[in-house]
């Protein structure tokens, strides 16, 4: 009685093993990279430096890291054409592993103001709530960093 209640016991544990380790695989995926997520949501021009200098150093530091640079609310004007940063930003986005997102929320809010959608950096990607997408990628693993 007591050596099949322990058999199950074990089989259960197993069971539950497994699962979590499955589960737990789902959050990176099988990508065992280091992925790190960057909130730019300041107009401040210091602090979006201070972002792009932060995706660098962490690729400088950690070779093959993937970077998500994720811009909402004043801190969209980073992403834009008429950015002080656009050279930066444009060379940074043809790196395989920075990626930048601007916050659709944010460029409705904007259109509705002015009449028209910023023109964004091209290699920019639109994702429709920079917050949500934050958790997102906190959900599947990434770090976060808002400088």
């Known amino acids: 009685m007591i050596k099949a209640l322990f ?6 544990l197993g069971v539950v093993g497994f699962v979590a380790g499955a589960w737990s695989g789902v959050a990176t995926a099988s990508d065992k990279r280091t ?10 021009p210091r602090t979006q430096m201070i ?6 150093n962490v690729q400088k530091a950690i ?3 993937v970077v998500e640079i994720v811009a909402y609310g004043p801190g969209l004007g980073m992403l834009t054409a008429k950015s002080k940063q656009k050279d930066r930003v444009m060379s940074m986005a043809l790196s395989e592993d920075i ?3 601007a916050c659709g929320n944010t460029m409705n809010k904007m259109a509705k103001k ?3 959608k910023p023109a964004l950096i091209n290699g920019v990607k639109v994702v429709p709530a920079g917050v949500t997408r934050i ?3 906190q959900a599947n693993g990434y770090s976060y960093v808002r400088p």
């Not at 058999?7 to 259960?12: A, C, F, R």
């Not at 992925?35 to 401040?44: A, E, K, N, P």
């Not at 972002?51 to 660098?56: G, I, S, T």
Request: glycine share 8%.
């Open 7 to 12: 058999s199950k016991l074990v089989l259960g």
């Open 35 to 44: 992925h790190l997520v960057i909130q730019v949501s300041t107009d401040d």
């Open 135 to 137: 958790m997102e990628l």
């Open 114 to 116: 002015s009449g028209k």
């Open 51 to 56: 972002a792009l200098n932060n995706a660098v």
């Open 99 to 101: 990626t930048f997102s």
């Open 63 to 65: 070779p093959g890291a």
